[in-house]
């Protein structure tokens, strides 16, 4: 049962799709799809070592995946979408939070003057690979990386906007009314959750930590911890194709 219910004014449901392009010439075409293929291929060996080790190991497994550079997740650069967003200026200022932020790409593309955030990792060696990357960035006071445990983190003050990047694909279908009670308790009462999900499509090429999802599970589900969708972006703003 939820205690204190809000009603959250943003998520966002998308799944990656195949991007297509006419090559000029056969020979174009024959090196594109070989590149490719041998792309998909390499991807595709990372995602069956990444999905072994969690299987092998329920609890250090995801500490293992970054200690052995096993992250097909990571895009290497901001997802998409979140840039797409900020450009437009569509991100609410204030305080924000990325739970299971890796490397910590979004985390600094969201992070401004008005707007503080931070990024949330079980992993030691995500964090620390995060702020590493991000030494640097001239926005540096804006945006700082905790390790921690989502579910059982208490912080003092509520956010203005979560970003959950593909945290309630990768859960266990048992925890996902955790995962809605965390979301709630850390969101003040407007604010916003976008929610990157992973369609069904997905799910046998990836791992089996990607439960089967689609759209409208996802939305029949949200709402029953009263979740209140007010937009879908399009698919290919959400990862750029493996």
Not at 33 to 44: G, L, M, T
Not at 55 to 83: A, F, M, Y
Not at 147 to 176: C, G, H, N, Q, V
Not at 201 to 227: M, N
Request: with cysteine; glycine share 6%; charged share 20%.
């Amino acid at each position: 049962m939820i205690v204190g219910i809000r009603k959250l004014p943003s998520i966002l449901g998308a799944a990656p799709l195949q991007s297509h392009r006419r090559l000029p010439t056969k020979l174009r075409m024959g090196q594109h799809n070989a590149e490719h293929n041998a792309s998909k291929s390499n991807h595709q060996s990372r995602v069956d070592k990444f999905s072994k080790v969690i299987r092998d190991d329920h609890t250090g497994g995801w500490e293992t995946c970054w200690e052995q550079g096993l992250t097909p997740w990571d895009l290497g650069q901001p997802t998409p979408v979140i840039s797409h967003l900020c450009a437009m200026g569509d991100l609410p200022n204030g305080r924000a939070l990325v739970p299971g932020c890796g490397s910590g790409y979004d985390v600094v593309q969201m992070a401004s003057s008005e707007r503080y955030v931070i990024g949330l990792d079980i992993s030691n060696n995500a964090i620390q690979k995060a702020r590493e990357l991000s030494s640097s960035s001239p926005k540096i006071r804006y945006f700082s990386f905790l390790k921690e445990d989502f579910f059982s983190w208490r912080p003092k003050e509520l956010f203005d906007l979560i970003f959950d990047y593909t945290f309630f694909s990768a859960i266990e279908p048992a925890m996902r009314v955790a995962w809605g009670q965390q979301m709630q308790m850390l969101l003040k009462p407007n604010g916003e959750l976008i929610t990157l999900i992973l369609i069904t499509i997905l799910v046998d090429h990836l791992t089996k930590f990607q439960f089967e999802i689609t759209r409208t599970y996802y939305f029949h589900w949200a709402s029953r911890l009263y979740l209140s969708r007010t937009m879908n972006m399009p698919s290919h703003l959400a990862r750029d194709e493996r």
